[in-house]
């Protein structure tokens, strides 16, 4: 993470785009930084503004625009949150923002305006999450999330799991993460050992958007995984000018099944203030979904799905 670009100015040198494709975007990443891993910037195209992997990561000046009904918080964290750090919107299954920090910025994340700085550091300052997951006998399952819980170092993440795992009534421990894709050595023996390493099953869901992104060292890290018997799933995001065709998603989710990861959903854009450049269309997401039905076996296709605040799951489109 520390090798990673953190300014516009390098990436685009290092990718040889003209100055004029990104310097308007600059103002742009003034409240959210760019941040992109050298090994996802490996996978992009050099010379190409309009690369698929790039237009996630690229601040643009569109993000400064306001446009009606994005807002800062779409999906209704805020009301959802249990206590400190524990988020609960549906039943038996709770998420744990662990972290702020992530592997990579993602330009269209719903958690651009998400209050990170508050939320907790290190084990300790999970206590009062683990007092609720504790006394709510409902909970079977804990989800990791933040931000990426795997910025987290495994000495923290050890005795995470070893916590949660006291708790008699969770079952399973999943956890949401980029960082097999963004910087495939993180899935490391100490990783392994302890997602593999407590009564829990474990799930590790990916998050991919595009076929690119499966490059060979990506590969051998969600290889490390599955050898590991860890069900591994992947959810995509539907965005403009990266993955709104059937061809790509197509490939993609060919590619994800050679790699034993079960494409699992395709979301629509949450609608986040500064993201409203990468929304497509529900009837064109449903075209594209339809396609996808018509080529791919049924569980290659993933669950087309929209986050609505305060219903009993992610709802489906179609
Ligand atoms: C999306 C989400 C989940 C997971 O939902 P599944 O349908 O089980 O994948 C759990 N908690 C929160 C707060 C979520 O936003
Ligand atoms: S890795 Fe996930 S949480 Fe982090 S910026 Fe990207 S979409 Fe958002």
Not at 157 to 177: D, G, S
Request: include cysteine; proline fraction near 6%.
């Amino acid at each position: 993470m520390r090798a990673a670009f953190r300014r516009a100015s390098d990436l685009a040198e290092h990718l040889q785009l003209p100055e004029s494709s990104w310097q308007t975007g600059l103002a742009a990443a003034d409240g959210f930084p760019l941040f992109v891993p050298r090994e996802f910037a490996a996978k992009m195209r050099r010379g190409d503004i309009g690369d698929p992997l790039l237009r996630q990561v690229l601040p643009v000046e569109q993000e400064t625009f306001v446009t009606e009904s994005f807002t800062a918080n779409p999906v209704g964290d805020d009301e959802a949150m249990l206590t400190p750090g524990l988020l609960q919107k549906y039943h038996g299954r709770a998420l744990m923002v662990t972290t702020g920090a992530c592997a990579v910025h993602c330009r269209y994340c719903f958690r651009r305006h998400f209050p990170y700085g508050e939320g907790p550091k290190g084990i300790d300052a999970w206590s009062s999450a683990l007092g609720a997951i504790h006394q709510d006998e409902s909970l079977h399952e804990i989800l990791l999330s933040g931000g990426d819980p795997l910025t987290l170092t495994d000495g923290v993440l050890t005795l995470l799991a070893e916590k949660i795992a006291a708790a008699r009534h969770i079952r399973r421990l999943r956890v949401h993460t980029r960082l097999p894709v963004m910087i495939p050595s993180r899935v490391c023996d100490s990783l392994l050992a302890w997602l593999t390493g407590t009564r829990l099953r474990p799930f590790v869901v990916i998050h991919v958007n595009h076929p690119h992104e499966l490059a060979d060292d990506v590969a051998a890290a969600l290889a490390r995984l599955s050898e590991a018997q860890v069900p591994l799933l992947n959810q995509s995001v539907l965005l403009k000018g990266v993955n709104d065709d059937a061809e790509t998603l197509i490939e993609l989710s060919e590619k994800l099944l050679d790699l034993n990861v079960m494409p699992y959903y395709l979301h629509q854009l949450d609608r986040v203030q500064g993201a409203a450049h990468f929304e497509v269309p529900r009837a064109e997401g449903l075209r594209i979904v339809k396609t996808m039905r018509s080529r791919l076996p049924g569980y290659a296709v993933p669950r087309y799905v929209e986050e609505i605040a305060g219903d009993a799951s992610k709802r489906v489109i179609g």
